[in-house]
């Protein structure tokens, strides 16, 4: 087969629709992990509160784009371990923070994360 040169109309239809093809990957991609103990359900108590390896994603941060069920988890898990100790005693980290500042924009309650927070 002999390679035809693209014309610049065709260029732009290329990428227009590789473009598309990578937005729609990306909104199919599953959401942040949010590190809570094995099982853990809202409603449940927790005895020290795990580090989060994540940044807070759309799933997580209210709108529309907002996943309930996992918006609910995320909710539960700092409402219940927010004001305890790291499990293995550390201090928060950079991700750790990212997660209280969106529980803190969601809840607009500072005290439940004051183990992160400081």
């Given amino acids: 087969m002999i ?8 260029r732009l239809v290329t990428a227009v629709l590789l473009s598309a ?3 729609t990957a990306c909104a199919d991609a599953e959401p942040a992990a949010l590190v809570t ?3 853990f359900q809202p409603g449940a108590t927790a ?3 795990l580090h989060q390896t994540d ?4 799933a997580f941060a209210g709108g529309a784009e ?3 069920r996992y918006q609910l988890q995320f909710l539960a898990y700092f409402t219940a ?3 305890l ?6 201090p928060a980290t950079e991700t750790d923070r990212a997660w209280a500042r969106l529980y803190v924009d969601l809840t607009g309650n500072p005290a439940n994360v004051s183990t992160v927070l400081g």
């Fill in 85 to 90: 100790p790291f499990c293995d005693s550390g």
């Fill in 47 to 49: 005895t020290c509160l």
């Fill in 37 to 39: 103990p094995p099982g």
């Fill in 3 to 10: 390679p035809v040169p693209l014309r610049p109309v065709h």
């Fill in 21 to 23: 093809a990578a937005l």
């Fill in 66 to 68: 907002a996943e309930p």
């Fill in 55 to 58: 940044q807070p994603d759309r």
């Fill in 81 to 83: 371990a927010g004001r």
